[in-house]
């Protein structure tokens, strides 16, 4: 895929209008348009080993700021890597309100970490807080939430490798707490994937669940309220 610079300033991008990321601003998978580019004579002259390039989201029209690495200078045109940095990324999310309140902590610096692209970080903290999971559900918790990862694995058709790598940041032994792997963009976000759908589970479906079956309790057996007799005229 190629991706220049030309002579005359002009950001070239074989994907062109189908280049999307998911604006941090407005959190949707948009399209998004150069607006400010690194003149090229300023480029070729100090040769810089990264380029920063300004984007609009086509969808809210916020700034999207990108960083290539810097492939080659050739003659008239400087190639950019494929591999950018978001400088600003979309903040993850996730409905906490029926985690223990420990778990609850662990998660959201760990999403703090993937937001923030520091996946050995976010993968750390998922292993504190999927330990501390295992802690207040027990044994039996533990081997249910080995088998909702199994069905994941299924569902989703994860390769062997990227399950295996999951596995071990989720379920290594106690003497084995300090052998995290190391992951990646695309390891890490498989591994969010499985985060989400284990507290889901574990937690905000059974706290939904117990709150609408409180309120339906509730409801049948709330008084119906006194019929109060409308007055009648006097026919005297």
């Given at each position: 895929m190629s991706i220049v610079i030309d002579k005359d300033d002009q950001f070239r991008h074989d994907l062109g209008q189908h280049f999307a990321v998911v604006c941090p601003s407005c959190s949707v998978l948009s399209h998004i348009t150069p607006v400010s580019t690194p003149r090229y004579g300023e480029l070729d002259k100090y040769k810089?080993?990264?380029?920063?390039?300004?984007?609009?989201?086509?969808?809210c029209s916020a700034p999207i700021f990108l960083?290539?690495?810097?492939?080659?200078?050739?003659?008239g045109q400087i190639e950019l890597s494929s591999n950018y940095l978001e400088i600003e990324r979309p903040v993850?999310?996730?409905?906490?309100?029926?985690?223990?309140?420990?778990?609850?902590?662990?998660f959201r610096e760990a999403?703090?970490?993937?937001?923030?692209?520091?996946?050995?970080?976010?993968?750390?903290?998922?292993?504190?807080?999927?330990?501390?999971?295992?802690?207040?559900?027990?044994e039996t918790g533990k081997m249910q939430i080995f088998d909702q990862c199994t069905d994941i694995r299924d569902m989703a058709e994860i390769d062997d490798e990227s399950y295996d790598l999951v596995r071990r940041v989720l379920f290594d032994t106690e003497e084995a707490r300090n052998s995290l792997p190391l992951i990646?963009?695309?390891?890490?976000?498989?591994?969010?994937?499985f985060m989400r759908d284990i507290l889901y589970q574990?937690?905000?479906?059974?706290g939904k669940i117990q709150q609408a079956m409180m309120l339906r309790r509730y409801m049948a057996e709330?008084?119906?309220p006194e019929?109060?007799?409308a007055p009648r005229l006097s026919t005297g």
């Open positions: 810089p080993k990264e380029v920063g390039i300004v984007f609009r989201c086509d969808a960083k290539y690495p810097v492939k080659a200078y050739g003659e993850e999310h996730f409905d906490s309100t029926y985690l223990p309140e420990d778990s609850e902590l662990l999403l703090s970490s993937f937001s923030h692209t520091n996946y050995n970080a976010f993968a750390s903290m998922c292993r504190r807080t999927v330990q501390h999971v295992f802690d207040d559900l027990g990646q963009a695309v390891e890490a976000g498989i591994l969010l994937e574990a937690y905000v479906r059974k709330e008084p119906e019929q109060i007799d």
